[in-house]
Protein backbone atom coordinates (compact mmCIF):
# COMPACT_ATOMS: atom_id res chain seq x y z
CA UNK A 1 0.00 0.00 0.00
CA UNK A 2 1.53 3.10 -0.90
CA UNK A 3 1.09 6.41 1.08
CA UNK A 4 -1.78 8.24 -0.19
CA UNK A 5 -1.42 11.27 -2.02
CA UNK A 6 -2.81 14.55 0.16
CA UNK A 7 -3.77 17.75 0.46
CA UNK A 8 -1.14 19.03 2.94
CA UNK A 9 1.49 17.22 4.89
CA UNK A 10 2.54 16.87 8.71
CA UNK A 11 5.68 17.05 10.83
CA UNK A 12 6.30 16.62 14.38
CA UNK A 13 7.61 19.96 15.78
CA UNK A 14 8.24 19.27 19.26
CA UNK A 15 8.36 16.86 22.26
CA UNK A 16 8.27 17.09 26.15
CA UNK A 17 8.01 14.25 28.18
CA UNK A 18 7.33 13.80 32.38
CA UNK A 19 7.75 11.20 34.65
CA UNK A 20 6.61 11.51 38.51
CA UNK A 21 9.37 11.85 41.35
CA UNK A 22 9.23 8.94 43.11
CA UNK A 23 10.52 6.01 41.94
CA UNK A 24 9.67 2.19 42.67
CA UNK A 25 13.34 -0.02 42.55
CA UNK A 26 13.62 -3.78 42.46
CA UNK A 27 14.84 -3.43 45.61
CA UNK A 28 11.04 -2.08 46.57
CA UNK A 29 9.64 -4.43 44.91
CA UNK A 30 11.62 -7.42 46.60
CA UNK A 31 9.93 -6.16 49.35
CA UNK A 32 6.61 -6.16 48.47
CA UNK A 33 6.48 -9.93 45.97
CA UNK A 34 8.63 -13.16 45.95
CA UNK A 35 11.64 -11.57 43.46
CA UNK A 36 14.79 -10.81 42.97
CA UNK A 37 16.75 -7.80 41.31
CA UNK A 38 18.28 -10.37 39.50
CA UNK A 39 15.30 -12.39 38.15
CA UNK A 40 14.10 -8.51 37.30
CA UNK A 41 16.98 -7.20 35.33
CA UNK A 42 17.71 -10.41 33.86
CA UNK A 43 14.38 -11.63 32.46
CA UNK A 44 12.99 -7.75 31.78
CA UNK A 45 16.40 -5.07 31.58
CA UNK A 46 14.35 -3.09 34.13
CA UNK A 47 15.96 -1.23 36.92
CA UNK A 48 13.80 0.97 38.11
CA UNK A 49 10.23 2.76 37.42
CA UNK A 50 8.47 6.43 38.53
CA UNK A 51 5.18 6.07 40.42
CA UNK A 52 2.54 8.44 40.54
CA UNK A 53 1.48 10.07 44.06
CA UNK A 54 -1.89 8.94 44.98
CA UNK A 55 -3.43 12.35 43.98
CA UNK A 56 -1.48 12.24 40.82
CA UNK A 57 -3.75 11.42 37.51
CA UNK A 58 -2.69 10.95 34.13
CA UNK A 59 -4.18 13.78 33.03
CA UNK A 60 -1.81 15.79 35.92
CA UNK A 61 1.37 13.89 33.42
CA UNK A 62 0.13 14.21 30.40
CA UNK A 63 -0.24 18.64 31.39
CA UNK A 64 3.45 18.89 32.84
CA UNK A 65 4.47 16.90 29.52
CA UNK A 66 2.68 19.20 27.40
CA UNK A 67 4.19 22.36 29.48
CA UNK A 68 7.78 21.21 28.80
CA UNK A 69 7.36 20.63 24.98
CA UNK A 70 5.50 24.62 25.32
CA UNK A 71 9.04 25.18 26.91
CA UNK A 72 11.47 24.20 24.40
CA UNK A 73 8.36 24.88 21.16
CA UNK A 74 8.79 28.64 22.16
CA UNK A 75 5.39 29.63 21.87
CA UNK A 76 1.79 29.35 23.15
CA UNK A 77 -0.23 26.69 22.07
CA UNK A 78 -3.21 29.16 21.60
CA UNK A 79 -3.43 27.63 17.90
CA UNK A 80 -3.89 24.36 18.69
CA UNK A 81 -6.94 22.64 16.57
CA UNK A 82 -6.77 19.51 17.85
CA UNK A 83 -6.02 17.24 21.37
CA UNK A 84 -5.42 13.71 20.96
CA UNK A 85 -4.91 11.98 24.39
CA UNK A 86 -4.25 8.29 24.22
CA UNK A 87 -4.26 6.75 27.42
CA UNK A 88 -5.51 3.30 28.83
CA UNK A 89 -5.97 4.65 32.18
CA UNK A 90 -7.93 7.95 32.57
CA UNK A 91 -8.66 10.26 35.45
CA UNK A 92 -12.32 9.47 34.48
CA UNK A 93 -14.32 7.49 32.13
CA UNK A 94 -15.44 11.20 31.85
CA UNK A 95 -14.19 13.98 31.35
CA UNK A 96 -11.92 12.84 28.77
CA UNK A 97 -7.91 13.44 29.75
CA UNK A 98 -7.93 15.28 26.25
CA UNK A 99 -10.35 17.83 28.01
CA UNK A 100 -8.19 18.07 31.15
CA UNK A 101 -5.62 18.81 29.12
CA UNK A 102 -7.55 21.44 26.57
CA UNK A 103 -8.50 23.46 30.07
CA UNK A 104 -5.15 23.48 31.51
CA UNK A 105 -4.16 25.51 28.45
CA UNK A 106 -6.93 27.53 27.43
CA UNK A 107 -6.77 26.07 24.12
CA UNK A 108 -10.23 27.58 22.90
CA UNK A 109 -10.29 26.43 19.09
CA UNK A 110 -9.08 23.04 20.39
CA UNK A 111 -11.70 19.65 19.15
CA UNK A 112 -10.55 17.01 22.19
CA UNK A 113 -10.76 13.21 21.76
CA UNK A 114 -9.04 10.39 23.68
CA UNK A 115 -7.90 7.11 21.95
CA UNK A 116 -7.40 3.80 23.51
CA UNK A 117 -5.34 1.46 21.57
CA UNK A 118 -3.07 -0.06 24.73
CA UNK A 119 0.37 0.63 24.68
CA UNK A 120 -0.02 0.90 20.46
CA UNK A 121 -1.50 4.17 21.18
CA UNK A 122 1.36 6.53 20.67
CA UNK A 123 1.20 5.28 17.27
CA UNK A 124 -2.16 5.27 16.56
CA UNK A 125 -2.54 9.04 17.98
CA UNK A 126 0.32 9.95 15.67
CA UNK A 127 -1.40 8.20 12.53
CA UNK A 128 -4.65 10.16 13.20
CA UNK A 129 -3.07 13.39 13.31
CA UNK A 130 -0.96 12.93 10.56
CA UNK A 131 -4.67 11.92 9.05
CA UNK A 132 -6.31 14.68 10.06
CA UNK A 133 -3.33 17.07 8.91
CA UNK A 134 -3.11 15.63 5.68
CA UNK A 135 -6.43 15.70 4.40
CA UNK A 136 -6.49 19.01 5.28
CA UNK A 137 -9.44 19.36 7.80
CA UNK A 138 -6.02 20.63 10.77
CA UNK A 139 -3.35 22.75 11.47
CA UNK A 140 -1.91 21.77 14.34
CA UNK A 141 -2.54 18.53 16.54
CA UNK A 142 -0.69 18.16 20.02
CA UNK A 143 -0.99 14.38 20.60
CA UNK A 144 -0.34 13.61 23.87
CA UNK A 145 -0.01 9.72 25.71
CA UNK A 146 0.12 9.32 29.42
CA UNK A 147 -0.31 6.58 32.09
CA UNK A 148 -0.77 6.09 35.20
CA UNK A 149 -0.22 1.93 35.19
CA UNK A 150 0.61 1.86 39.07
CA UNK A 151 -3.20 2.43 39.58
CA UNK A 152 -3.95 -0.57 37.82
CA UNK A 153 -1.13 -3.14 39.05
CA UNK A 154 -1.77 -5.47 41.17
CA UNK A 155 1.61 -5.24 43.75
CA UNK A 156 0.85 -8.79 44.83
CA UNK A 157 1.25 -10.44 41.60
CA UNK A 158 4.93 -11.11 40.85
CA UNK A 159 4.56 -11.43 36.96
CA UNK A 160 2.76 -8.02 36.57
CA UNK A 161 3.90 -5.50 39.32
CA UNK A 162 7.61 -5.17 38.29
CA UNK A 163 6.76 -4.38 35.03
CA UNK A 164 4.82 -1.01 35.18
CA UNK A 165 5.85 2.55 35.59
CA UNK A 166 3.71 5.46 35.18
CA UNK A 167 4.71 8.41 32.75
CA UNK A 168 3.70 10.79 29.81
CA UNK A 169 4.92 12.57 26.75
CA UNK A 170 3.77 14.91 24.20
CA UNK A 171 4.32 15.96 20.50
CA UNK A 172 3.25 18.56 18.69
CA UNK A 173 2.26 17.72 15.22
CA UNK A 174 1.74 20.51 12.45
CA UNK A 175 1.07 20.95 8.84
CA UNK A 176 4.37 21.31 7.01
CA UNK A 177 4.44 25.33 4.89
CA UNK A 178 7.16 23.59 2.56
CA UNK A 179 4.55 20.09 1.66
CA UNK A 180 7.34 17.79 2.04
CA UNK A 181 6.35 16.38 5.54
CA UNK A 182 7.67 13.79 7.83
CA UNK A 183 5.40 10.60 8.07
CA UNK A 184 6.34 8.15 5.34
CA UNK A 185 4.85 4.62 5.50
CA UNK A 186 2.21 3.34 8.41
CA UNK A 187 1.18 -0.32 9.03
CA UNK A 188 -1.79 -1.25 11.46
CA UNK A 189 -2.84 -4.46 12.81
CA UNK A 190 -5.61 -6.11 15.49
CA UNK A 191 -5.81 -9.87 16.48
CA UNK A 192 -9.24 -9.04 18.72
CA UNK A 193 -9.13 -12.72 19.18
CA UNK A 194 -5.80 -12.92 21.16
CA UNK A 195 -7.24 -10.40 23.45
CA UNK A 196 -9.44 -11.06 27.02
CA UNK A 197 -7.33 -14.17 28.31
CA UNK A 198 -3.44 -12.84 27.19
CA UNK A 199 -3.64 -8.98 28.52
CA UNK A 200 -6.15 -7.01 30.13
CA UNK A 201 -7.93 -5.18 33.11
CA UNK A 202 -11.28 -3.76 33.59
CA UNK A 203 -14.29 -4.24 35.32
CA UNK A 204 -16.12 -7.37 33.80
CA UNK A 205 -15.82 -10.40 36.30
CA UNK A 206 -16.81 -12.84 33.60
CA UNK A 207 -17.01 -12.92 30.00
CA UNK A 208 -18.69 -15.28 27.72
CA UNK A 209 -19.58 -17.82 30.72
CA UNK A 210 -16.33 -17.94 31.90
CA UNK A 211 -14.86 -16.72 34.95
CA UNK A 212 -12.05 -13.94 34.98
CA UNK A 213 -9.58 -12.68 37.48
CA UNK A 214 -8.51 -9.51 38.23
CA UNK A 215 -11.14 -6.99 39.76
CA UNK A 216 -9.71 -3.98 37.74
CA UNK A 217 -6.18 -4.98 38.04
CA UNK A 218 -4.24 -6.14 34.86
CA UNK A 219 -3.74 -9.74 33.89
CA UNK A 220 -1.29 -10.79 31.90
CA UNK A 221 -0.04 -14.59 30.07
CA UNK A 222 3.34 -12.56 29.61
CA UNK A 223 5.05 -15.57 27.76
CA UNK A 224 1.81 -15.40 25.16
CA UNK A 225 2.31 -11.57 24.63
CA UNK A 226 5.93 -11.64 24.31
CA UNK A 227 5.97 -14.57 21.40
CA UNK A 228 2.69 -12.90 19.72
CA UNK A 229 4.88 -9.07 19.79
CA UNK A 230 7.85 -10.55 18.39
CA UNK A 231 6.88 -12.26 15.74
CA UNK A 232 4.14 -9.33 14.59
CA UNK A 233 6.74 -6.72 14.99
CA UNK A 234 8.94 -8.39 13.10
CA UNK A 235 6.93 -8.78 10.38
CA UNK A 236 5.65 -5.36 10.50
CA UNK A 237 8.98 -3.99 9.71
CA UNK A 238 9.63 -5.96 6.73
CA UNK A 239 6.34 -4.73 5.69
CA UNK A 240 7.01 -1.23 7.01
CA UNK A 241 10.10 -1.42 5.06
CA UNK A 242 8.83 -2.76 1.62
CA UNK A 243 5.86 -0.26 1.55
CA UNK A 244 8.56 2.38 2.17
CA UNK A 245 10.84 1.01 -0.45
CA UNK A 246 13.60 1.49 2.07
CA UNK A 247 16.26 -0.81 3.13
CA UNK A 248 17.38 -1.24 7.10
CA UNK A 249 20.34 0.81 6.27
CA UNK A 250 18.35 3.57 5.98
CA UNK A 251 16.57 2.67 9.16
CA UNK A 252 18.36 5.80 11.68
CA UNK A 253 16.74 4.66 14.82
CA UNK A 254 14.13 2.04 15.82
CA UNK A 255 11.84 2.91 18.57
CA UNK A 256 9.92 -0.23 19.62
CA UNK A 257 7.27 -0.19 22.75
CA UNK A 258 9.56 -0.27 25.83
CA UNK A 259 7.53 -3.61 27.56
CA UNK A 260 10.65 -5.75 28.00
CA UNK A 261 14.72 -5.06 26.76
CA UNK A 262 14.56 -8.68 26.47
CA UNK A 263 11.90 -8.14 24.12
CA UNK A 264 13.38 -5.61 22.24
CA UNK A 265 16.63 -7.55 21.69
CA UNK A 266 14.08 -10.28 20.46
CA UNK A 267 12.45 -8.43 17.96
CA UNK A 268 15.94 -6.74 16.67
CA UNK A 269 17.56 -10.25 16.23
CA UNK A 270 14.47 -11.42 14.47
CA UNK A 271 14.35 -8.38 11.99
CA UNK A 272 17.51 -8.19 11.62
CA UNK A 273 18.20 -4.48 13.03
CA UNK A 274 21.18 -3.72 14.85
CA UNK A 275 20.60 -3.18 18.79
CA UNK A 276 22.45 0.03 18.95
CA UNK A 277 20.15 1.52 16.58
CA UNK A 278 17.18 1.54 19.02
CA UNK A 279 16.08 3.97 21.78
CA UNK A 280 13.93 2.78 24.68
CA UNK A 281 12.78 3.54 27.95
CA UNK A 282 12.02 0.35 29.78
CA UNK A 283 15.57 -0.02 31.83
CA UNK A 284 15.09 3.33 33.71
CA UNK A 285 10.87 4.07 33.51
CA UNK A 286 9.62 0.38 32.93
CA UNK A 287 6.93 -0.62 31.11
CA UNK A 288 4.87 2.89 30.83
CA UNK A 289 2.16 1.26 28.12
CA UNK A 290 1.45 4.50 25.60
CA UNK A 291 4.17 6.64 26.94
CA UNK A 292 6.74 4.39 26.50
CA UNK A 293 7.91 5.51 23.11
CA UNK A 294 7.74 9.22 23.91
CA UNK A 295 10.01 8.49 26.86
CA UNK A 296 12.19 6.89 24.46
CA UNK A 297 12.54 9.88 22.09
CA UNK A 298 13.33 12.04 24.71
CA UNK A 299 15.92 9.55 26.07
CA UNK A 300 17.23 9.72 22.06
CA UNK A 301 17.03 13.79 21.93
CA UNK A 302 18.98 13.75 25.82
CA UNK A 303 21.75 11.88 24.87
CA UNK A 304 22.29 13.59 21.45
CA UNK A 305 21.65 10.59 19.47
CA UNK A 306 18.27 11.00 18.03
CA UNK A 307 19.09 13.91 15.87
CA UNK A 308 16.42 16.76 13.24
CA UNK A 309 16.23 14.44 9.84
CA UNK A 310 16.79 11.27 11.28
CA UNK A 311 14.52 8.70 9.83
CA UNK A 312 12.77 6.91 13.25
CA UNK A 313 10.31 3.52 12.96
CA UNK A 314 8.22 3.39 15.88
CA UNK A 315 6.57 -0.02 16.32
CA UNK A 316 3.82 0.39 19.53
CA UNK A 317 2.28 -3.23 20.08
CA UNK A 318 -0.02 -4.23 23.22
CA UNK A 319 -3.10 -5.30 24.44
CA UNK A 320 -6.65 -6.16 22.00
CA UNK A 321 -4.08 -7.92 20.94
CA UNK A 322 -3.19 -4.34 18.71
CA UNK A 323 -0.23 -3.12 17.10
CA UNK A 324 1.12 0.05 14.69
CA UNK A 325 3.95 0.79 13.11
CA UNK A 326 5.36 4.07 11.53
CA UNK A 327 7.98 5.34 9.79
CA UNK A 328 8.70 9.45 9.63
CA UNK A 329 10.92 11.53 9.87
CA UNK A 330 12.25 13.45 13.03
CA UNK A 331 11.69 17.23 12.31
CA UNK A 332 11.97 18.43 16.05
CA UNK A 333 15.00 21.57 16.07
CA UNK A 334 17.81 19.87 17.81
CA UNK A 335 18.18 22.07 21.21
CA UNK A 336 21.78 22.64 21.04
O1 LIG B 1 2.99 -3.84 27.16
C1 LIG B 1 3.11 -4.87 26.20
C2 LIG B 1 2.60 -6.13 26.63
N1 LIG B 1 3.30 -6.86 27.64
C3 LIG B 1 4.51 -7.41 27.44
O2 LIG B 1 5.14 -7.12 26.47
C4 LIG B 1 5.02 -8.44 28.42
C5 LIG B 1 5.75 -9.51 27.68
N2 LIG B 1 6.25 -10.59 28.54
C6 LIG B 1 7.26 -10.43 29.40
O3 LIG B 1 7.83 -9.38 29.55
C7 LIG B 1 7.71 -11.68 30.13
O4 LIG B 1 6.95 -12.79 29.71
C8 LIG B 1 7.66 -11.55 31.68
C9 LIG B 1 8.74 -10.64 32.16
C10 LIG B 1 6.29 -11.04 32.10
C11 LIG B 1 7.89 -12.92 32.33
O5 LIG B 1 9.12 -13.46 31.91
P1 LIG B 1 9.23 -14.96 31.39
O6 LIG B 1 10.64 -15.20 31.12
O7 LIG B 1 8.26 -15.10 30.24
O8 LIG B 1 8.78 -15.78 32.65
P2 LIG B 1 7.56 -16.79 32.79
O9 LIG B 1 6.26 -16.08 32.88
O10 LIG B 1 7.71 -17.87 31.78
O11 LIG B 1 7.88 -17.41 34.23
C12 LIG B 1 9.07 -18.19 34.48
C13 LIG B 1 9.19 -18.45 35.98
C14 LIG B 1 7.89 -18.98 36.60
O12 LIG B 1 8.26 -19.91 37.60
P3 LIG B 1 8.18 -21.48 37.30
O13 LIG B 1 6.77 -21.76 36.91
O14 LIG B 1 9.16 -21.72 36.20
O15 LIG B 1 8.58 -22.07 38.62
C15 LIG B 1 7.31 -17.77 37.28
O16 LIG B 1 6.52 -18.10 38.39
O17 LIG B 1 9.50 -17.22 36.65
C16 LIG B 1 8.56 -17.05 37.73
N3 LIG B 1 8.35 -15.60 37.91
C17 LIG B 1 9.13 -14.86 38.72
N4 LIG B 1 10.17 -15.17 39.51
C18 LIG B 1 10.74 -14.18 40.20
C19 LIG B 1 7.43 -14.81 37.32
N5 LIG B 1 7.60 -13.55 37.74
C20 LIG B 1 8.63 -13.56 38.62
C21 LIG B 1 9.27 -12.56 39.37
N6 LIG B 1 10.32 -12.90 40.15
N7 LIG B 1 8.89 -11.26 39.34
Not at 120 to 145: D, E, P, T
Request: some cysteine.
Amino acid sequence: MATPKSLSKARITALGTYVPDKILTNEDLERLVDTSDEWIVQRTGIKERHIAAEDEFTSHLCIRAAERLRETYGAALDDVDLIIASTTTPDFSFPTVSCRVQQHFGMERAGAIDLNATCAGFAYALHLANGMISSGLHRKILVVAGETMSKITDYTDRSTCILFGDGAGAVLVEADPELSGGFESVILGTNGAGGIHVYRTGLAEQMDGQPLEGKGKIVQNGREVFKWAVRTVSAGIEQLLEQAELTREDIDWFVPHSANLRMIESICEKADLPLAKTLQSVQDMGNTSSASIPLALQAGVNSGRLKFGDRVLLYGFGSGLTHAGLLLRWDVPDLS
